[in-house]
């Protein structure tokens, strides 16, 4: 063994800078709030998190993947055969052996490099990054060439190459220079998301995900102390870089501006100003601001300009596309909602009707504005059971704001004549029911959120029931996702997951009504939110459809606007995102579209000009139990 | 005198039939010859407050001789008229024909400009000439105004909301209708407006001219009215509103009809996402909710949206081809036609009728612009779309709160060291329309918003029992809250004014009306008083230079004059004032409050009066259909496929019965 030749010592250097690189990143971190992370399960889980997690979403673009793969895998491979070359100085028939090794992996990098240039050649894709972005193949190229010379080099010397040599001295020099810009730019620039992107697999907010589940809840704010009055209360939600805890910040840096999320974001698409990147980058600078002493300010205030304009905050959905298209895993919509509730509940300061919603909300527990008393108003004929007469039920149905809305009472009432008729023991609350707080949250509002959680649990503490069965998706992931949090812990199922079993089971029969073909859009709160995407198109096929699937569908559906009281905000786009996803549900020429929510049944009908039927699963399984012959008679008798 | 009582039936709608007694006149009434009718000078006299409608007799005016003449009669004395003519017009009906014995006119010299202060004067002074024992006002946004500035001026506990009237006593209801309180008379009375049948005099009496004098000049001075568009008067505000629908295409005679209606322009969401109108004219659940004497849709379906935007119009006239359109089925004039087809037509036989926007011959005389809508705005430059590059400029000027987390933003100086805001908002607790919850009274959070916009700091003052729903007007902006813990029933108006004489505030900002308890909305008015602070009412806008305020008041159907008002001064915020702001819970929970003890009590002014809670009671039509008019069962009337001129006539009567337009020039033509 000999001691390291001028490569080596190249290498020793890079090495040393990454470390150094780190420590400042750890710095840069540090204007970050307190977390406690737990670093050995972490590092226990990253290889995992990496290869399982990371590459289920970067695999989604087979090229990138391959690009990925290649570059990265070659790169780091071809690095670490050449420490062990270089600077452990290994020579005679094992270094040639691990030489060819180092060969066939630059090989394979170059390859890789060459997928990233070839992927950025002009007219670069609107989704990528330009800037330094551009250079990285040169710079990657640089460091390639450096380790496939000087590995020539041992196996053409036999032994250490002389260090003055000039052609030693020359790819030492670009050595130092491409792997010098990489090790920069892992802290400022393009590599960022390799360092801050390991940090950010092991600090990692919803560990979860990690175990192959989604994790979609939003994080309770604690409000234990921040109720009772008095001058010395903490600020909530996120007004500079510092209200996050640290990896959060590490996750905001880990982007690799690679702008999936941007291609998937309903809001970018309608021409709102709203691009997750940019929020994303948006936030990274302001933690480069804070550090310099600038304002750190988020979003503006009181004249003081900030990181994102008001409207991109409240042109969010909530859909969590972007969430679900990023490889390095980072939580936009959590970032929003923190940033929404610093708005809300420090400023008061969100759009108009949004103000009005939740002023209501507050006043009344519903948002509709509407008496508790008069949630059954539409169903005094159905005579529905009430749980404070029945105290238990096998199901709960729990009937949510589309109770207050003309159309939508159409899907309640053939839900509970599907019910009915499937001799399903089921109750409703009636006037105890308070709005679950979905939109209160999404709002930023987390007190009201948590004030009617905590009243909804008290009530149905007092109940025994088996299920609690919803319409409403947003009610269904807020009841069955984020009420456990505050101690509410209920078995909760979207009816369509209800009526698919009901089907199944053979307590409801479908007719031979017309094979219509329909498009089925996917509520976010139920398919991303909540993964389910199988018992609803599973639904459709037993009621005797066919489904024709829309450009965007399943898990990578397209929002229909209406979430995350973005509807209410209101921002002003180019396009309206109803409009685009009716026009995708033309596109399909199917004569339905059938949805399973109350918000997207009325964002959907609410799209002028021709477009396909509007109708809940709950209409078309009605329709077609009611085409078996005689059913249409027993359901009018019930 | 001893006949039995008559039985008169007010209201068909109105169950609350009132039993009078005969008329004094009654023998008169039932002669045929036209003797006048003559009332000694030492007799009892209802003095009424007109309003006049470029001289005429208004429906409300009508309504309240009616009411004044019956309690005249009651009281065995006559009836005093009082009218201002600011415009130089005429009286343009005869006064003894309406039941006046006494007539007080204001007209062209008497008028430094037209505030209120001066109509004030005048009216005290015509009371006092004729001797008037009551004043009777009616239920409008002026009439209001005079009647809380007269009461305020004589110390009385004016009556509003009166609902039952004679020599005994009457009934009026207070808390927003819930409580119904028997009084004795006093003597500023304000009657429910169409709670009382107009007279239906047939006898001629003497109305006799009383001359007058008047005080000194006013403290608040007019400075014009703004540029008025009728075409865009913020929705929220407007009367006479008319909307298109995506069944509209012919703009132009759209915004012809606007202009010759004087009426306000609105949409649908999807005539407003198409750019054909301005997002701020939207009307919908998503858009703005209207309350409109009377709004005109044309070729809109009716989504439930759409509707419930328009839930509290009075009356509505669609013009649809669709027969079962939810919008034709809500109006109470339903045109089954093509909007293309009725609109010239409406312009045309508007203008042949010489039909104009009423009421104020300073609007119709001002030439309106041309075009009463500005372009659509631009598509917005979407220069975050750009690409995402590495160095970004880093925004500048860091609040030192939060470069320093060890600064201390919250803390405050104890309250005895602390100087009180030059500007102070009166707040009082709301009652949620639904849910009966106290919140945020919706004319203080307004009131509170527009004291904001000065810029300074503003202390929110309210008297009454210790609640933590006042913080909601600390989480809405106001620097700090100061409560003065008067009992639950206690008169907040000693405790306010105790305390307004020692801070001295500059300016005092208060809702119009509070939503529980008296309601009468005479506390600004007796505060400004008995602090002898100037007053306006219904501030937009003010601006504070030197020792006078610069204000905008709004005026009914949206129109805006300048104000110039010496300091101290209060003033008040009505439906036309700025949108609140959300209330931010931590901002109300930090904020600080001062609970202060109340001066010593004084004797309650209502320890006599009786109160039961109030019947609801259904409101009388403003305007009945008249007789010979084809209505549905529920007193709808539809037309189908009419001829488009007779369709045109038709919602122009509508409108011209609804007092929404009146003939521009000449008296006569009016049918």
Redesign the interface.
């Known amino acids: 063994m000999h001691g390291p030749d001028l490569a080596g010592i190249v290498l020793l250097l890079a090495a040393a800078g990454l470390v150094g690189q780190m420590v400042r990143l750890s710095w840069r971190w540090r204007v970050g709030g307190t977390a406690s992370v737990d670093w050995v399960g972490g590092l226990r889980r990253l290889a995992h998190a990496y290869f399982h997690t990371v590459h289920e979403v970067v695999a989604r673009d087979p090229y990138a993947s391959r690009m990925h793969v290649m570059a990265a895998g070659g790169l780091v491979a071809a690095l670490a055969l050449a420490f062990v070359l270089h600077v452990g100085g290994m020579r005679g028939r094992a270094a040639v052996a691990l030489a060819s090794l180092i060969l066939v992996s630059t090989a394979v990098s170059v390859a890789g490099v060459a997928l990233v240039a070839w992927r950025r050649r002009p007219p670069r894709p609107r989704r990528l990054t330009g800037g330094t972005f551009n250079l990285l193949p040169a710079a990657l190229l640089g460091a390639l060439v450096f380790l496939c010379g000087s590995t020539v080099q041992v196996i053409r010397v036999g032994g250490s190459p002389e260090a003055f040599a000039p052609s030693s001295m020359a790819l030492a020099l670009l050595g130092t220079i491409a792997l010098g810009t990489l090790v920069m730019w892992s802290v400022e620039g393009p590599m960022r998301h390799a360092t801050a992107g390991v940090v950010n697999l092991m600090a990692h907010s919803r560990p979860r995900r990690f175990q192959g589940r989604i994790d979609s809840a939003l994080k309770p704010l604690d409000l234990t102390g921040l109720r009772k009055p008095g001058p010395h209360l903490p600020i909530v939600g996120a007004v500079t870089p510092a209200s996050f805890p640290w990896p959060r910040l590490a996750q905001f840096d880990a982007c690799v501006q690679c702008g999936r999320c941007q291609e998937a974001c309903p809001a970018y698409a309608a021409g709102q100003p709203l691009n997750p990147k940019r929020v994303i980058q948006d936030l990274v600078e302001a933690t480069t601001a804070a550090q310099g002493g600038q304002s750190p300010l988020l979003i503006a205030e009181a004249g003081i300009g900030g990181a994102i304009a008001p409207e991109t905050l409240w042109a969010c959905t909530t859909c969590r596309a972007c969430v679900h298209e990023c490889p390095m895993l980072i939580e936009h919509v959590d970032a929003i909602v923190d940033m929404r509730r610093y708005q809300t509940l420090e400023l008061g300061a969100v759009p108009a009707k949004a103000a009005v919603a939740l002023e209501t909300i507050r006043d009344t527990d519903t948002v509709a504005g509407r008496a508790l008393g008069s949630r059954l108003d539409w169903a005094t004929d159905l005579k529905l059971p009430i749980m404070a007469e029945r105290r238990r039920a096998h199901v709960l149905l729990w009937l949510g704001e589309a109770a207050f809305d003309r159309r939508t009472q159409r899907t309640l009432r053939a839900l509970v004549h599907l019910l009915r008729h499937a001799d399903v023991d089921f109750a409703v609350l009636g006037d105890e029911e308070r709005d679950c707080g979905d939109l209160a949250r999404r709002l930023g509002d987390e007190f009201t959120f948590q004030d009617l959680a905590t009243r909804n649990i008290e009530t149905l503490e007092r109940y025994a029931f088996d299920l609690i069965v919803t319409a409403d998706p947003h009610a269904f992931h807020t009841l069955r996702n984020e009420y456990p949090a505050l101690g509410g812990h209920y078995r909760v199922e979207h009816h369509s997951v209800t009526l698919d079993r009901l089907f199944a089971d053979g307590r409801l029969r479908a007719g031979d009504g017309p094979a219509d073909v329909v498009t089925y859009h996917d509520p976010c709160y139920l398919g991303r939110y909540n993964g389910e995407v199988a018992a609803p198109r599973r639904l459709l096929g037993r009621l005797g459809l066919t489904i024709a699937e829309m450009e965007w569908s399943g898990l990578r559906s397209r929002c229909c606007g209406g979430g995350g009281g973005a509807s209410l905000a209101d921002v002003p786009g180019e396009r309206r995102i109803p409009d685009m996803r009716i026009a995708q549900a033309r596109a399909t020429g199917a004569a339905i579209v059938a949805v399973a929510c109350p918000t997207c049944t009325g964002m959907l009908e609410g799209v002028i000009g021709p477009r396909p039927v509007v109708l809940d699963i709950a209409e078309l399984a009605l329709a077609a139990l009611e085409a078996v012959p005689g059913a249409a008679e027993a359901v009018l008798a019930s | 005198m001893s006949q039995p009582p008559l039985r008169i039936r007010r209201d068909p709608r109105d169950p609350a039939t009132l039993r009078v007694r005969a008329p004094v006149a009654v023998s008169a009434a039932e002669e045929p010859t036209q003797a006048t009718v003559r009332v000694d000078d030492a007799a009892p006299f209802v003095l009424a407050v007109l309003n006049l409608d470029a001289g005429r007799l208004s429906r409300d005016d009508r309504d309240l001789l009616g009411a004044a003449r019956r309690l005249a009669d009651d009281l065995g004395g006559g009836v005093v008229l009082a009218a201002c003519l600011p415009d130089g017009a005429d009286l343009r009906f005869k006064p003894e024909q309406e039941g006046a014995d006494r007539v007080v006119l204001l007209a062209g010299a008497g008028f430094v400009n037209d505030s209120a202060e001066s109509r004030v004067s005048f009216i005290l002074a015509a009371a006092e000439t004729s001797g008037a024992r009551h004043l009777l006002f009616s239920d409008t946004n002026v009439g209001g105004e005079l009647a809380r500035r007269v009461a305020a001026r004589l110390g009385d506990r004016a009556a509003f909301e009166v609902r039952r009237l004679d020599a005994q006593g009457l009934a009026a209801d207070t808390d927003a209708g819930r409580i119904e309180v028997r009084r004795p008379l006093p003597r500023v009375i304000v009657p429910a407006r169409a709670s009382f049948a107009p007279l239906n005099e047939t006898v001629l009496r003497e109305a006799r001219t009383v001359p007058v004098s008047l005080g000194p000049p006013p403290r608040v001075r007019d400075r014009g009215l703004l540029p008025f568009d009728p075409g865009n008067v913020p929705l929220a505000e407007a009367d006479l509103i008319i909307a298109a629908g995506?069944g509209l295409t012919d703009w132009p005679s759209f915004h012809a009809a606007a202009r010759a209606l004087g009426a306000a322009e609105a949409g649908s969401?999807?005539v407003c996402?198409a750019g054909l109108l301005p997002?701020n004219r939207q009307v919908g659940a998503?858009g703005a909710l209207v309350e409109p004497r009377c709004y005109l849709a044309f070729g809109i379906a009716g989504?439930?949206?759409h509707l419930q935007g328009i839930a509290a119009a009075e009356r509505v006239i669609a013009v649809n081809v669709d027969l079962r359109a939810e919008m034709v089925k809500r109006a109470d004039l339903a045109i089954v036609a093509d909007a293309q087809a009725v609109l010239p037509a409406l312009v045309r036989r508007a203008a042949e009728r010489r039909l104009g926007e009423s009421g104020g011959a300073e609007a119709s005389a001002k030439k309106r612009p041309g075009a009463a809508l500005p372009p659509p705005s631009p598509?917005?430059e979407?220069s975050?779309?750009e690409?995402?590059?590495?160095k970004?400029q880093?925004?500048?000027?860091?609040?030192s709160w939060?470069?320093n987390?060890d600064t201390?933003r919250?803390?405050?100086e104890p309250a005895s060291a602390r100087d009180f805001s030059d500007i102070v908002v009166l707040v009082s607790v709301g009652k949620?329309s639904?849910?009966k919850?106290a919140?945020r009274a919706a004319l203080d959070a307004r009131a509170l918003e527009l004291a904001l916009g000065g810029g300074s700091a503003v202390t929110a003052l309210h008297a009454g029992p210790r609640t933590?729903v006042l913080?909601e007007y600390l989480?809405?902006?106001a620097d700090d809250l100061v409560q003065l813990e008067t009992a639950d029933d206690a008169d907040p108006l000693p405790a306010l004014a105790a305390w307004l004489r020692t801070a001295q505030p500059r300016l005092v900002v208060a809702g119009a009306r509070a939503e529980a308890g008296e309601c009468s909305g005479m506390v600004p008015f007796v505060l400004a008083e008995q602090l002898g602070f100037a007053l306006a009412t219904n501030i937009v806008a003010f601006e504070i230079a030197g020792e006078t305020a610069q204000l905008v008041q709004a005026l009914p159907g949206g129109k805006r004059r300048r104000l110039e008002a010496p300091l101290p001064l209060m003033i008040t915020v009505d439906r036309a004032g700025p949108?609140p702001?959300?209330?931010?819970?931590?901002?109300?929970?930090?904020?600080?409050?001062q609970y202060q003890p109340p001066p010593p009590v004084s004797v309650d002014a209502r320890a006599s009066w009786l109160t039961k809670p109030s019947r609801p009671r259904q409101k009388r039509l403003t305007a009945p259909l008249g007789p010979g008019q084809a209505t549905t069962a529920t007193g709808r009337r539809e037309m189908i496929e009419p001829d488009p001129e007779a369709a045109a006539d038709a919602i122009l009567d509508f409108l011209v019965r609804d007092g929404l337009l009146g003939t521009q020039s000449d008296p006569e033509a009016r049918s």
Request: glycine letters at 8%; aromatic letters at 6%.
């Open positions: 995506s969401r999807v996402d997002r998503s989504a439930s949206q598509p917005r979407n975050w779309k690409d995402v590059e590495w970004g880093a925004p500048s000027g860091p609040p939060l470069v987390p201390d919250t803390s405050y949620h639904v849910s919850r919140c933590d913080r989480g809405a902006g949108e702001r959300l209330s931010a819970r931590m901002r109300a929970a930090r904020g600080l409050v």
